[in-house]
């Protein structure tokens, strides 16, 4: 079955980069996702990647892939205080009714 | 604007006291997800709606059942809630055929005394 890990804990300083990694096993996955999760609320997709695309990048959010080694990373570029929350990696299956499976997420605390 | 809409966003029940939350949407999708969410884990999912058609994820407990009387509106029903089953409870929907993107509501914090 699918299996999604992620590192639980990341600390940087305010204004600089931070980069969350994310490991997958299905290699039929056709979307890869990074959500956002705040304190008692609920998931934001951040951005997503196809299958397909090696890189991606929106404002201060840059997406890699490597699809053969199953990496999927996210950087963020000048990280702010308000960028700490949970960030949550998801891969999305192919076949049946392609079920999104979850990382466990990785919290990310910056620094003042 | 609230795209996907959970009420409450905090239940209190007592064990065994069946408890119902709801999920709305304007978005105007046809599918439609029921997440728990354990503290520090990742959102599990119990079960979805494609259209009409109810799909039970095999380790769902019986305990948790839902409705989906429109396609605007899902209802997850926990009918004997237990105290491993206080968590916070997420609704996503999604629009088949386009980016196959999840929009999550809030979640629905349940707490079971």
Same mark, same amino acid.
């Given at each position: 079955g699918e299996d999604v890990e992620q590192s639980l804990f990341l600390s940087v300083r305010e204004g600089d980069s931070s980069v969350i990694n994310c490991t997958y096993t299905d290699s039929s996955s056709t979307y890869l996702y990074w959500y956002k999760q705040e304190p008692g609320a609920g998931l934001q997709l951040l951005t997503y990647i196809f299958s397909n695309m090696d890189m991606k990048q929106d404002q201060r959010l840059t997406v890699l892939l490597n699809k053969k080694d199953k990496h999927l990373s996210l950087r963020i570029a000048d990280t702010q205080t308000g960028d700490s929350a949970i960030y949550f990696c998801a891969e999305r299956a192919t076949g049946g009714y392609q079920k999104v499976t979850f990382g466990t997420g990785t919290k990310l605390q910056v620094i003042p | 604007d609230a795209m996907v809409i959970q009420n409450p966003r905090y239940q209190v029940t007592q064990f065994g006291k069946p408890v119902t939350l709801s999920c709305s949407q304007t978005l105007n999708h046809n599918?439609?997800?029921?997440?728990?969410?354990?503290?520090?884990? *990742?959102?599990?999912?119990?079960?979805?709606?494609?259209d009409k058609d109810f799909n039970n994820e095999a380790d769902t407990p019986d305990n948790f059942q839902s409705r989906r009387p429109n396609t605007s509106f899902c209802f997850l029903d926990i009918r004997s809630p237990g105290l491993g089953d206080a968590a916070m409870y997420l609704? *996503?929907?999604r629009v088949s055929g386009g980016q196959e993107t999840q929009y999550f509501g809030p979640g629905t914090r349940l707490l079971v005394l």
């Open positions: - | 599918v439609m997800y029921w997440y728990q969410q354990k503290s520090s884990q *990742a959102p599990k999912l119990l079960f979805h709606y494609y609704c *996503a929907t």
